[in-house]
């Protein structure tokens, strides 16, 4: 069934694309004829294609993007993750992934879109863990009009965990047996969580170490330097989760590139106050919150530019 959204032309309706046992399921919202086209690629864990998870994140920051970047005649397909929610058929275990897998669905998405629109290439939004999808796939640049990266990694996420476990000092109970958890991972080991803390099994639980070692593998900075399409980075100043440095590293590493900071933009894309860490959080579950300003006329502007 097609839901109508905004007047006229825009409507949000039900698109697939094949997955490895069954189809992946998104939304589409078509901007109508020679309208560009992105792909938004989620972040980390059972993240919904509206941006949500059932850890507390109501905030909806994907079908906001989606919505305004359509009221700015701009295309787009938002789904959910191979193995979870309407794609839970698409695999028969979730936990079982690469980057690799991920990037592969990126490139089926982005066939079914230039189907569906006859565009001759797509954009990737990848938010967060996302953009390691996003990066990953554009290696590959058939039918890949270029990269958007927002609230991307910029490290090595064995590097990113430890920082943000560092930067709370409730973990220092925990911080020790985290930090070997990681170096093992990095090795390529399998860690035993018998005893482990029960606070650091969501994190390294035995069902996704696979995806762990392989997404520790990763450089994001090598990824993006060996792009060869266009790439917009984009970092919010209020982002607890991914730090300024990030999106240098991921710049310099990419000198084409073009960085944008937005002020006030926290991890989930909200516009929150300066320093209130309480509404920044607050933030996560509140999808009546707008987007931050001028995050939809940077990717609009960049994409329809190029």
């Known amino acids: 069934m097609i839901m109508t959204i905004f007047a006229g032309i825009l409507a949000a309706a039900p698109i697939s694309t094949p997955g490895p046992v069954g189809d992946i399921h998104g939304t589409l919202i078509d901007a109508g004829n020679k309208a560009?086209?992105?792909?938004?690629?989620?972040?980390?864990?059972?993240?919904?294609?509206?941006?949500?998870?059932?850890?507390?994140?109501?905030?909806?920051?994907?079908?906001l993007l989606a919505e305004g970047l359509a009221e700015r005649g701009v295309t787009s397909v938002r789904a959910d993750k191979r193995g979870l929610f309407a794609s839970k058929a698409a695999v028969a275990d979730a936990n079982a992934v690469t980057l690799a897998d991920y990037a592969g669905d990126a490139h089926g998405w982005a066939k079914a879109l230039r189907s569906r629109t006859e565009n001759a290439c797509i954009w990737l939004?990848?938010?967060?863990?996302?953009?390691?999808?996003?990066?990953?796939?554009?290696?590959?640049?058939?039918?890949?009009?270029?990269?958007?990266?927002v609230a991307a990694p910029g490290r090595r996420m064995g590097d990113l965990i430890r920082e943000q476990l560092r930067s709370n000092p409730a973990?220092?109970?925990?911080?020790?047996?985290?930090l070997a958890a990681i170096a093992a991972l990095e090795a390529g080991q399998r860690v035993d969580v018998t005893g482990m803390n029960p606070a650091l099994l969501p994190l390294f639980a035995p069902q996704v170490q696979g995806y762990l070692i392989d997404l520790?593998?990763?450089?994001?900075?090598?990824?993006?330097?060996?792009?060869?399409?266009?790439?917009?980075?984009?970092?919010?100043?209020?982002?607890?989760?991914?730090?300024?440095?990030d999106a240098k590293a991921l710049h310099a590493a990419q000198p084409k590139?073009?960085?944008?900071?937005?002020?006030?933009?926290?991890h989930v894309l909200k516009a929150v106050p300066p320093g209130d860490r309480a509404a920044n959080f607050a933030a996560y579950a509140d999808p009546a919150l707008p987007l931050a300003p001028g995050l939809i006329d940077a990717i609009a502007s960049f994409v329809t530019k190029h």
Request: hydrophobic letters at 45%; proline letters at 9%.
């Open 257 to 266: 590139s073009r960085l944008i900071t937005l002020p006030g933009m926290n």
């Open 36 to 63: 560009p086209a992105v792909l938004i690629i989620p972040g980390s864990g059972p993240t919904d294609r509206d941006g949500n998870n059932p850890m507390g994140v109501k905030a909806a920051p994907y079908r």
């Open 125 to 149: 939004i990848g938010h967060s863990e996302g953009g390691l999808v996003a990066l990953q796939a554009a290696q590959d640049s058939i039918g890949i009009c270029g990269v958007v990266l």
């Open 216 to 245: 520790m593998a990763a450089d994001p900075a090598r990824l993006a330097k060996g792009l060869t399409v266009p790439l917009l980075i984009i970092h919010g100043s209020e982002d607890l989760q991914i730090a300024e440095a």
């Open 171 to 178: 973990n220092a109970p925990v911080l020790d047996s985290a």
